[in-house]
């Protein structure tokens, strides 16, 4: 199992915003350091909290301040872009970050940006996959030529082919219904399943996944769990009362953004008060333990998966925030990703052949002082 974060960002009105943005680089770098997989960036426009426009600008920054992270695209709104631009900033983002970014996409998640665009919400989905369809077949180096309702190309081509001699990792939102998992089957692709945290969303891993593989194998390809990432809310510390005092920060000004874009606030989204969302086991605010125990229930329930992510959700201060991200990659990734298991084996060995080990090492040492005893009485006799 990878891990990684989902960096929407969700930075509250009272902070700078070049100081937020410059915090959200540092948390990069810092998750680099400590050896995570990955990192999301999101697209969003309005409502001021996630404040990021353009995930490939950040990445592209974000790429010269880190040295072996996956960065990718938290997602690519495809609705917003003409097909051609997109998959050409994808070609050139490939190229800079040397085969390091990876590209979601989705239909666009406010309202209030489609909005300001001119989109009806009931097209979004439609559009999504018409881009989509458009943008894989020109990294797959084909010409298309294809005219739409929204968008048109004329023997259209990139410049640039895939760094790697393939095209990058993919990857499509998959929340609760199964059109992000039609999406997925239909090309191969990976599945970003962003709603994991709520009842319905993670009701819906197991089918969404068949749903996906279903697809895949009417259309010719193949799913690789590899490629199934859930995203999820965790903070830890070294106590649950702890992780818990740590949310005093932030948790209130996130819960009032999520009131502005739904009557619901964080219910919308299958969150809400802390406590309620511990007892739902819709978001990990306690120990290491508990986030092992979390992940365990995840893998049970989807049969297993190919990363968690972490949705960074800016609830603790920044302090609180990295402290978690540390105690998950000392604590909770080596028990899923194996690394303790030859330690652990080699404890195990010296404990259950202890008594015979350091009993030959007493002999020995017995020996040794027997011999020493002989020689010196030898001298004393020869003298």
Known sequence: ????????????????????????????????????????????????????????????????????????????????????????????????????????????????????????????????????????????????????????????????????????????????????????????????????????GYSALDTNWAIACETAEAAGQTMDRAGLRLMAPFHIAESREQAIADLRWGFDKWSAYAHQISPLGPAAIGLGPVEEMIAAQSAVIGTPDDAVAQLERYWDKTGGFGSILILAQNWADPAATLRSFDLFARHVMPRFAGRNEPRQASYDWLGANRDEFSGAMANASQRAIEEHARREASRATES
């Not at 509250?12 to 350091?33: G, S, Y």
């Not at 400590?34 to 969003?44: F, K, R, S």
């Open 1 to 200: 199992m990878r891990c990684g974060i989902f960096l929407p960002p969700f930075h509250p009105l009272d902070e700078d915003p070049t100081l937020c943005l410059e915090r959200d680089f540092a948390l990069i770098a810092h998750l680099d350091r400590l050896g995570y997989d990955e990192a999301w960036i999101g697209e969003h426009h309005s409502g001021g909290f996630e404040i990021i426009g353009s995930p490939e600008l950040f990445i592209a920054a974000a790429a010269e301040r880190t040295q072996r992270i996956a960065l990718g695209t938290g997602v690519m709104s495809l609705p917003y872009h003409h097909p051609f631009m997109a998959a050409a900033r994808i070609a050139q983002l490939d190229h800079q970050t040397r085969g390091r970014a990876m590209f979601g996409f989705g239909p666009g998640l406010l309202n209030s940006d489609a909005q300001m665009l001119g989109i009806k919400a009931e097209t979004q989905r439609d559009r999504m996959g018409e881009a989509l369809d458009a943008i894989i077949r020109l990294l797959d180096g084909e010409t298309v030529t294809r005219t739409s309702d929204w968008f048109e190309m004329h023997d259209a081509r990139l410049q640039l082919g895939p760094y790697k001699g393939r095209r990058p990792h993919l990857a499509t939102t998959s929340t609760v219904t199964p059109n992000g998992a039609v999406l997925a089957g239909r090309h191969g692709l990976g599945m970003l399943c962003v709603a994991a945290a709520s009842r319905e």
